[in-house]
């Protein structure tokens, strides 16, 4: 079995297959002091839940935004699985040529996520992804990651209008099912909502007229469900997208190996080299 990992600013999202099924899932708070004990423990301790086996563990791969983690994931995996940790970064096989002024800025969640879309969903297409920054992923037809659009997400929208305004508070996002709003809950809704539902489908319009109109559009993350319902332009909503695109890369750097199985113990520390990112 494969573990995957891919680790948010807000949230951490663990994913256990055996071979391409998904036969477990996590969605866990990011917390930025616990320990390579304290990860482990939490992780043996939803196998359980789940009546899985850490020893079936063959592989793990994580993708990260927050590099301040990576340590002690790496040695997490070390220590509760036996595994060497493969990172997504540069130097990683993904078989996506990315078409960036830095390769290197593009966030691992980005390239993971395009991977997938495209093996998945084929070219061209757009990822929009909802996390603590809403990403747009542009991937060409013929599986070229192009660039994009990054915006705050909707949390931080709305956690900045909460704490700069003294009276306003805390209201649950979702569709008030009206724009003009007849008390103060419902028009903060009708604002968070169909602002970031307009705001989504102007920067997609736009990404179309330059990418094609057939261009497919694919949303993952924690509000996609939300503002791909109202969207015009999101086709798809796939909410493991970004843990099998992990798989997805697993494999292709371990094209020999069959349901996430290479030794038990973790190999010497080697770094997978390609010209690609």
Known sequence: MLLTVDVGNTNTVLGVFRANDLVAHWRLTTALDQTIDEYGILTRDLFTLAELKPGEIGGVIISSVVPTLNSTLAGMAERYFSQKALFVEPGIKTGMPVHYDNPQEVGADRIVNSVAAHEKYGGPCIVVDFGTAINFDAVSEKGEYLGGVLVPGIGISA?????????????????????????????????????????????????????????????????????????????????FLTLNGLRIIWERNHSGAKDGAIAKKAPAPTRVRTERM
């Open 159 to 239: 956690d900045a209008l909460f704490s700069r305004a003294a009276r306003l508070f805390r209201v649950e996002l979702k569709d008030p099912g009206k724009i003009i709003g007849t008390n103060t809950v419902a028009s903060m809704q009708a604002g968070l909502f169909y602002g970031y539902t307009d705001l989504v489908d102007g920067i997609l319009e736009r990404m179309k007229k330059v990418m094609g109109a057939k261009t497919k559009v694919i949303a993952t993350g924690g509000q996609a469900a939300l503002i791909g319902s109202a969207s015009r332009h999101i086709e798809t909503i796939d909410e």
